[in-house]
């Protein structure tokens, strides 16, 4: 070890630390017991045994590698995993915790095959080492920190279980339909739908330019993410037939179970913007339907179960087409409750949306903290 200053030094990771592997234990011998069952990316299961000593971090090894997460009591990390308690540093094993999920280890992958993490490559990595109390004082400001970021994160969890509860308590369970609503009308008669743009398609000599289209990835369950749009190559009759409008419902064809009709609504996120033949855009024709209520509808049960049972398998890949998702069966409520819903609905985002800036701010802290407390910069 070098001296950096009067009190911290510089050292390797593994001179201050070893990295225990986890132990299998299959589903079926967990036992729900009260310990923590860990693997590489968090809780997997309970047991009654542990197979750490006191307060445990746990570092993804396979899968999730890299990935740091932290448990105030003894634990069972699996074998996807590696670990760190009392018995493998002499280091406060809170602020360790901190310190490691700040170095990147989830960049340190070895294997092109099964990504992982080397525990070897870890040890090599050089960080500041602060004596013992100041290791303490940094773990207890970075926890307050983290308590408010959990906090925000915990009522925008509840504010999600509200929306879901006004939805059922105004309309009831959509696959039982136990207040009586119409049930005849299908998707197709009450509205336009089109797959988009082909990727790879051949154009001819007709005039392009450059614009912005979705792709699966950026259409979430009830949300979008505009984190990585691309572009493609498109004519003005294509851009024309595929832009999107305000309140057009976006809907994933197919892949995972969970992406099967998965959808949310378009509110001009973007100037221009037009979608991949992987996303169906459903347009309503019909004032008898609001789209926040078809957004919920089809994101329902009862939407879920209809994809899955329609979904066709090819390739490994179950897909729904344009013919299925027209005979999807609407349920319709009378327009003026589904539009007390939309009214609801837009409250609980409005109050989303303060909490996602409040918690955007608290990360924006907790990460200067950490970058301050990493540099001996705390008082």
Excluded at 98 to 127: C, F, H, I, Q
Excluded at 161 to 166: A, N, V, Y
Excluded at 260 to 281: A, M
């Amino acid at each position: 070890m070098s001296q950096v200053g009067s009190s911290w030094t510089t050292t390797k990771l593994g001179e201050i630390c070893a990295f225990k592997y986890g132990k299998a234990l299959p589903a079926d011998d967990r036992n729900g017991g009260e310990v923590a069952v860990y693997g590489s990316n968090g809780v997997v299961g309970h047991h009654d045994q542990s197979l750490s000593d006191g307060p445990t971090i746990i570092i993804g090894r396979k899968g999730s590698y890299g990935e740091i997460n932290y448990s105030n009591g003894p634990s069972w990390p699996i074998d996807t995993a590696y670990f760190v308690d009392k018995d493998a540093t002499s280091q406060d094993v809170r602020w360790l915790s901190y310190r490691l999920a700040a170095m990147g280890l989830n960049a340190m992958n070895k294997s092109a095959a099964v990504p992982g993490l080397n525990r070897e490559d870890a040890y090599r990595l050089e960080l500041r080492l602060p004596p013992l109390p100041e290791q303490r004082h940094v773990a207890t400001i970075l926890d307050q920190a983290d308590a408010l970021r959990a906090k925000r994160r915990e009522a925008l969890a509840q504010l999600d279980s509200l929306t879901q509860s006004i939805f059922i308590g105004m309309f009831g369970d959509p696959l039982t339909n136990p207040l009586g609503w119409p049930e005849t009308l299908k998707l197709g008669a009450v509205a336009d739908i089109v797959s988009g743009v082909t990727k790879g398609r051949k154009i001819g000599d007709v005039s392009t330019r450059i614009v912005p289209y979705l792709a699966v990835a950026n259409v979430q369950d009830k949300a979008l993410s505009l984190s990585g749009v691309k572009e493609i190559e498109a004519s003005e009759a294509e851009i024309r037939r595929y832009r999107l409008l305000r309140n057009d419902l976006l809907l994933t064809e197919g892949g995972d179970p969970d992406r099967r009709g998965r959808g949310t609504l378009w509110n001009d996120e973007l100037p221009e913007c037009i979608h991949q033949n992987h996303i169906f855009r459903v347009r309503l024709t019909s004032r008898d339907v609001l789209p926040l209520f078809l957004n919920w509808l089809v994101g329902s049960a009862r939407g879920k179960k209809y994809f899955l049972r329609s979904a066709k398998q090819t390739t490994g890949i179950a897909s729904i087409n344009m013919t299925q998702l027209r005979e999807f069966p609407l349920l319709l409520p009378p327009l003026a409750l589904q539009q007390t819903f939309a009214t609801r609905i837009q409250a609980v985002e409005s109050l989303k949306a303060t909490h996602r800036a409040a918690l955007a701010e608290l990360d924006a802290l907790f990460a200067s903290l950490q970058h301050r407390a990493f540099a001996g910069q705390l008082s």
